[in-house]
Structures are given as C-alpha cells and as structure tokens.
C-alpha cells in the first residue's frame, strides 16, 4: 500500500509541472502588462514604467522567465504576488481556508443530497418519486451558478429574509453558497447513486439476503449501499475537482474572500507569480483528494488490493 | 414497496435544513450601528470603503481607499488646505533653496507616535529613505517623491530634503499620507509585518484590521498637535471607528438606510436622491482632483488622424445630457483635462467647442467626408469612418461610452465599443489599436498632465493621443521644476489650452464623490484631494 502511494505521488509530479508550463504559457500570451496596470492607478511616466517591469524582471527573455519560475518553486519559493506585494505562499495560506470551506461544505451537502435523492429514486424505480428526483438532478447539473446564486439571494435572501445575502461572517453566510455551489454536483451523484443501486439490488446476493429474512433497512444500508458506492466515491473525487472551480464564480456572486476571487482578480492584474502559485496549488489539492478516493476503495471493496 | 420510508427519509432531509438556516443570525443592522452618546465627546461611527483593500501600507499601496483611513492614523510634515495653502504640520516651518533643490524643515518638539518613540529628524529621513528603498517596490509614494536624493538631518529637530532636480509636486505630495511618517521603531521591529502593526502619529489608531471584513480606528489620547485649520486641539472627539466594505454600489444606499454604516463613500447618483430626501441624511459631494473623466482621442489612426474630424466630435458630443442622464447633475461638466478644482486649473478651456450639432457635421465635411452610400456612415476615399472605442468596467465609463456612440453616430461616425479588462485595455492603447479610450486618475498637482501628453509617454507611457509636441514638453518640463506659483500657473495655462485646441481629448465629467452621511455625523470635511476625510473634528449628535 505504502509503495503504491508513493508511485501515485511520484507520478503527480509531472502532472503538476505540466499544469504549471501551461499556466506559464497562458499567462504570458493574455495581453496586458502586470507594470503598466499598477503605475496606470498612479499616472506614472514611461520611465517609471520600465523601471517596474526591470525590477519585476519582466523585461528578462521568456526562456529566462520560465526557468527563474520553475528553479524557484521547486524550492517552493513562489516569488511574491506582484498586485499584493506580499509572498505568494503568505497570500494562498491566507485565502485557501474560506475556499476549502465552501468546497468541503459543497461536497458534503452534494454527498447528502444526491445519495438521498439517489437512493429515494432507486427505491422508486419508475414511479413518480423517480421521475421528479432525475429531474431535479438534471436541473441541478443544468443550471449555471451565476444564476442559481443570485436567484438563490433573492428568494432566501431579499424576499424571505432566512439567510444573508454576501458576506463570510459566519456558519449561516456558508448556507447558500455551499448549497448552490454543491446544487450542481448533487445532481450527478444523485443519477450515478440511482443507477448503481438499481444495478446492486439486482444482484443475486442481495435476493440470497433477502430471503435469508434479513430486514429491509439493513440489506439496504448494510449490502447494497456499500456496494453502490465504489462509483459514487470515484465520481464524488472527480465532482471536486470541479466543485474547486466552482468557487470562483461562488465567491463572486456571494461576495466571499477566497483563493478563487483572488484567483480572478489575479488573472486580471496580470499577477504571474500569484496565478501560477494559485493554480498549481489547486492542482495539487486535486491531486490529493484523488488519491485518498482510490485508496479509500480498499476500505470499501475488499476484492481491492493495491501492491 | 415502502413509500413511508421515502416520505420520512424527504421528511428528515427538509427538517435538517431547515434547522440549519434557522440556526444562523437574522440579517440586520447588527454590529455596525453607532452607540450615541449626547455630549460631543465619545461615541463611534461606522464609516463604509467602497474597494476591499489590498496592500494597505502607505508607502506602497496605490489606491485611494488606503488613504480613507490611514489619513487619520498619520500626519503630514505639511497639511494643505482644502483651497490649496500649505500649512505648518509636523514641520513648523520650512523653506526652500533657490535653486530649488533643498527643502529644510524645522520638526515640532512636542510629537510622539502611538508606541511612546519620539518623532524627530531622524524618523523624516527613515520614512523618506525606506519608500525611495527599491527593496520595498512602492507603487506611488516613490513616484511623489520624484527625483529624491537623499535627507539629511542637521540636528534632532532639523531635516534638510535634498533632490537631484528641483520637484514642484513635493509639497503636495508630502501632505498626503503616502509619504507617511512612520515610526522607525516600529517598523524595524516588525519589518515585512508592518502594514498590520501601524504606527503614527495621528489623531487615531489602527486597534483592528481583520482582513475582509473590518478596520477599527481607536482614539489617540495623547494626540495634541492639530493643524490651526482644525475646529479644536487635543485628542479627537470619536472613541471608536469602525470601516467597512461595501465593493458593491448596489448596497451602499441599503446599508445606509439600514444604519448598518453612518458614512458612505461612492453613493450611486440615482440612490442620492432618494437618500437626501427624508432629512436623515446629508449629502457631502466632494469635487475630485486631477484629470476629468475624458476619452483621449488617437491622432495617429484613421479617421481620428485629422484634427477636423477630432473637433467635429468635441462639437457632437453634448455633455450636459451625459451629465444629466448618468451623473444626475451632480457632476459639473469639464472643459479641459483638468477637473476646475485642480490647482492650476485654467478657466480659459471653459466654453470650447460647445453642442452644436451643424458646426460638426459642417467639419466633417470639410475634411472630405461623404456618406456616399447613404447608409449613414461617412466615408472618405472608400474608407469608412469606423472608430475603435474602448471601454473599461469601472467608473460609469460603459454607459458614458454607449451615449457617446450613439452621439457619434449621429454626424456619421461608427464608433465600434469593446469592454475589455483593465490590462487589455491598457495594453491595447499602448500599441495605439484605439481611436478612443477614456481615464481619470485623481492628482492635486497638475504634473499628472505630463503623464499623459509628454512625448515622452507616446510609446511605453499613457500618452494615449499619441501626441508629441516638443513645445508641451518643454513647458510641462519646466513645470514640475519651477517653485514659482505664476510661471507654474502660465506654463499649465498653455498646456490645457493647447490640449484642447488640438483636440486630443473630449472631456466628459469632473469626478464629484458623493458622499453621504447620517445626520447625526457631524464635522466632517474632505482634504483637497477628493477622497480622504478628515474625521479628527467629527463628533456624533442625535
């Protein structure tokens, strides 16, 4: 198990590099000057100007650029954000935990919901009850956070007043945006939970259990949820990813600090040292989650060994 | 089947969700409302910031937000009032050499920063010489500073500023808390933390900064050097103030009604109205210095290329509409580069090129064009008259943008708009793609006019009307080396004239924040630079 981890970490490197080249190269592609747009605020002259872009070692051939960027991050130096003038791991450890919330709190309503929604249609199969369940998970994957949100903000919010509208205050400013963000991938879940219960309550061992007297509830929850989920777990790894991206567009609508608005806000200011920073840490987190997925199956199958 | 099992299991869900949102607190005014106190003394006021902020120490943060609240936790060596005299501040007196080169200035003897150290000489120059440190990257103090050279302290209470060339701006720039006097103890001992522990002199200080969500100002107690210009002396009335952020202008009216916030920054026009209207609050309209809201015309693209064609758009455009419709009236309309409050401003630009219509069409004309396909767009040698315009998100630039166009359009120019973000924007009038872009950025002292129309800012600078006249530039040259008011106030004169002779700009608006206070929120003023208020003299009355 132990050498199995260490291959996946190993293999994750390249990844990451990669992840890293690309933003690399995007970033430097996009127009826009990160010098111009902080001395614009200001009315510097054009000396001034370059004199900034000197220090930044902007004017530095991009061969050079690219090399300083990855001899310094492999020591895990990312430089110091450009728009903040502040260390770039500073800016990430400050603003990674309120994104963390809002995905993990996403994620575990989005488990709650779609395995409810999931199991509600799969014991249902084909009534009414099903139906309505796949389509409220369609709408859910259907529907465009920026729009769920602010229609979310205007019922609970303006209209009935049960909730606060923006802000990061406390647990009840965390209500609505984990909901809308985790509306999304509840609803996937909750389509891969129906399919795979209906799959596993076909099996013939969960008839064998059942006949062996067994109760309703735990042939349920004791075989044939266990079961289920080896799936569910794989795409609820995968959904996090997405839920990770998510946030940006959150954390906008809701008005939250959070690496994801950071994230933004960089891109725009042209922040190089601050978006690459930024994004292969969010790769890295991917990474991570995806990994503790796969091994969390020995747990959960064991027919799983990893060698 | 068991359908029981699924109403319960439904049951369940809603009823734990439920819980959850009841749990949390019911929005409302909460802990932003003011405490009133019936005598002057004491109380608190919440005070809204329009922009989170994020770099927040004055020596190397550039926005304006920063100054709204580290005005009051700093003093300057000078102050300037808000007619534009400079007067004694922490520097009693000053003069300077006659070749404009040394600034010499006698310190008060009686002022200490909020961590006990004295202010003295040697707290002037560690303050000047750590924002000229390249190390620290300023992003707008080093640029006031100028040409800097070094400074040299003659004895305790005696500093001489030493400059490489002679720098007019100086003044006025150290009035303004980006040239902050600092506590040199307190930087070194907290050196990259600093901006979260700073240390002044001023009436207040920072007792909180909670980085999303709040700063708190407390009163200095022992704050006993006020300017002359101030209604009193010793500490500040205020106990407490609280800053907020509302980045949002759709919330800032709100907050007001809601007495969530006393004071408030950048309220929307059409909300102020409104505001005003129930004898609650009291409208402070604040004129903004520096450059007007104008859109720098391209003199070296087609169809912008020719100066007919430029002034015949100055004639198209009719200001006091755009005023009326997006400002509400409650903006003057600007004339010339400079907003009138600008020091230096020249009156002579007022009344060029008034709305009219058939003088622009007549200079169209004039400068060969025809709509010879009648499809209501000029053109001249085949080529029809399309304009790149480029628009930004901030200020109310795209709806200002959409009323010029269609003014354009109206003498039979297209004016094509593109929103890009600030860098493209910034990026794409740098290689001079546009035939029109609009700015304004705030300054007290008219050298910001060398930013834009030098020469030497064509390519690499802001120059966006890509103008070069070696004429402007010795003038603005000499501006911002000579120390004499009149020849300073001749040389600016010729620049903003000129500048509209050639038509190299249409100037919209001068920027007016609204502010807008409580009534109870007395005493409260704005330096000349628009946007930092001086809360030292404000106290609460119910």
């Known amino acids: 198990m132990l050498r199995y981890i260490q291959r996946r970490l190993l293999a994750s490197i390249p990844v990451i590099l990669g992840v890293a080249t690309l933003t690399f190269a995007l970033m430097h592609l996009l127009p826009g000057d990160p010098a111009e747009t902080i001395l614009a605020q200001s009315g510097g002259q054009a000396e001034a100007i370059e004199q900034l872009r000197h220090q930044l070692g902007l004017d530095l051939p991009i061969y050079a650029q690219y090399w300083h960027f990855l001899s310094t991050a492999v020591r895990g130096d990312f430089g110091e954000s450009i728009w903040l003038r502040r260390p770039v791991s500073e800016v990430l450890a400050e603003q990674l935990p309120a994104t963390l919330e809002l995905a993990v709190a996403a994620m575990v309503l989005a488990v709650l919901i779609g395995l409810s929604l999931g199991i509600l249609a799969a014991l249902h199969h084909d009534s009414w009850i099903d139906r309505a369940a796949m389509a409220v998970s369609v709408v859910g994957v259907a529907t465009p956070i920026f729009w769920s949100g602010l229609l979310a903000i205007y019922i609970f919010a303006a209209a009935l007043r049960w909730l606060p509208a923006t802000g990061q205050r406390d647990l009840a400013h965390l209500i609505l945006p984990a909901a809308v963000l985790g509306f999304g991938a509840a609803g996937s879940i909750a389509r891969l939970v129906r399919s795979s219960m209906l799959d596993v309550l076909r099996q013939e061992y969960i008839t064998a259990a059942r006949g062996k007297g067994l109760r309703r509830s735990v042939v349920l929850f004791r075989h044939a949820l266990r079961n289920a989920l080896i799936p569910v777990v794989t795409m609820s790894g995968l959904q996090f990813g997405a839920l990770l991206g998510g946030t940006v567009v959150t954390e906008t609508v809701f008005s939250r600090q959070g690496l994801g608005r950071t994230l933004v806000d960089a891109i725009l200011w042209k922040d190089f040292p601050l978006v690459q920073g930024g994004v292969m840490l969010i790769a890295a987190i991917y990474i991570l989650v995806n990994l503790l997925v796969d091994i969390s199956y020995v747990f959960i199958d064991p027919r799983i060994r990893y060698e | ?542």
């Open chain 2, 1 to 542: 089947m068991n359908s029981k099992r699924a109403i319960l299991l439904a049951v369940v869900l809603a009823v734990v969700l439920s819980l959850l949102a009841a749990c949390g607190p019911t929005p409302g005014p909460g802990a932003g409302s003011a405490v009133p106190t019936a005598p002057a003394r004491g109380g608190s006021i919440t005070y809204g910031l329009t922009l989170i902020v994020s770099g927040i120490d004055p020596h190397q943060g550039a926005s304006s937000e920063l100054g709204i609240f580290l005005t009051s936790v700093y003093d300057p060596l000078v102050w300037q009032t808000p007619d534009g005299k400079f007067v004694p501040g922490l520097a009693e007196e000053w003069d300077v050499s006659e070749d404009g080169l040394v600034y010499t200035f006698h310190l008060r003897e009686d002022v200490k920063f909020h961590d006990g150290t004295p202010f003295n000489a040697a707290a002037v120059k560690f303050s000047l010489d750590r924002i000229a440190d390249p190390d620290l990257q300023s992003q707008k103090a080093v640029y006031m500073l100028g040409p800097y050279d070094y400074t040299e302290i003659v004895d305790e209470h005696t500093v001489k500023v030493h400059f490489k060339e002679p720098y007019a701006p100086f003044l006025d720039s150290l009035s303004q808390v980006y040239l902050a006097m600092v506590s040199p103890t307190a930087v070194e001992k907290w050196g990259d933390d600093y901006r979260d522990h700073q240390v002044g002199t001023g009436p207040f200080m920072i007792k909180e900064y909670v980085a999303k969500d709040r700063i708190v100002l407390v009163k200095n107690p022992d704050y006993n050097w006020a300017p002359e210009f101030m209604e009193h002396q010793g500490p500040a009335y205020l106990d407490e103030i609280r800053f907020r952020f509302y980045p949002d202008a759709a919330t800032r009216a709100p907050a007001l009604e809601a007495g969530e916030a006393d004071v408030m920054g950048e309220v929307p026009p059409q909300d102020v109205a409104r505001l005003q209207a129930g004898g609650k609050f009291a409208l402070i309209a604040v004129k903004v210095p520096g450059q007007s809201l104008q859109i720098f015309i391209n003199t070296q693209k087609f169809p912008t290329d020719d100066i007919r064609v430029r002034q015949a758009m100055l004639y198209a455009v009719n200001r006091p509409a755009i005023v009326d419709t997006i400002f509400r009236g409650y903006s003057p309309v600007a004339w010339g580069p400079l907003s009138a409050v600008t020091p230096y401003y020249s009156s002579a630009v007022e009344g060029m090129y008034p709305y009219d219509l058939a003088k622009a069409k007549q200079l169209m004309a004039d400068a060969g064009f025809e709509d010879t396909d009648g499809d209501g767009i000029l053109e001249k040698d085949g080529q029809p008259a399309d304009l790149d315009f480029i628009l930004m998100e901030w200020g109310s630039v795209p709806e200002v943008g959409q009323m010029v166009q269609s003014m354009l359009l109206q003498i039979g120019l297209n004016a094509k708009t593109r929103l890009l973000s600030y860098p493209s924007a910034l990026q794409a009038a740098g290689d001079g793609e546009h035939n029109l872009i609009p700015m304004a950025i705030s300054a007290s002292d008219p050298d910001i006019l060398r930013t834009f129309f030098d020469s030497r800012n064509v390519s690499g600078g802001f120059n966006w009307s890509k103008f070069s006249d070696p004429e402007v530039d010795a003038w603005l040259g000499e501006g911002v080396r000579t120390n004499d008011p009149a020849r300073r106030r001749e040389l600016y004169a010729q620049v903003q004239q000129t500048v509209m002779e050639q038509a190299l700009i249409i100037p919209i608006r001068d920027y007016v924040n609204l502010n807008v206070a409580s009534s109870k929120v007395k005493g409260l003023r704005y330096s000349l630079q628009g946007w930092f208020p001086w809360l030292y003299d404000v106290y609460v009355e119910e």
